[in-house]
């Protein structure tokens, strides 16, 4: 069972910037495509990106131009660049593959407040 780890997330003023890590204990390279998600309170879970081996990206309309995705598969990594924080990007952020399916992360907070 792998399992993830996720990082990066802060406490930051709309209309800043934070770069999510996610890392998994085992290898990433066969693994058809990635994802970033992330719950509000009160919410269901939510794609956000996504990021096939072949380097395809997905956004959801809502970060579409703001976030970006990308992964190295030797570090078993996935990043989540995310700029131009809005409010409503509040949220823990996860990392899984796309289906999900390793037992989710503790997630990593991202507060947007002034």
Do not use: H
């Not at 994802?35 to 309309?61: C, H, M």
């Not at 970060?63 to 990594?77: C, E, H, I, Q, W």
């Amino acid at each position: 069972q792998v399992q993830l780890v996720e990082s990066g997330g802060d406490l930051v003023q709309p209309g800043g910037s934070l770069r999510l890590s996610c890392v998994a204990s085992g290898s990433i390279y066969s693994i058809p495509v990635m994802g970033w998600y992330r719950q509000a309170p009160g919410k269901e879970r939510e794609l956000v990106a996504s990021i096939s081996r072949g380097s395809s990206t997905f956004y959801a309309d809502s970060v579409k131009g703001r976030f970006t995705v990308s992964r190295d598969n030797a570090k078993n990594t996935v990043y989540l660049q995310m700029t131009s924080l809005k409010p409503e990007d509040t949220a823990v952020y996860y990392c899984n593959a796309l289906p999900a399916r390793w037992n989710w992360g503790q997630g990593t907070q991202v507060t947007i407040s002034s």
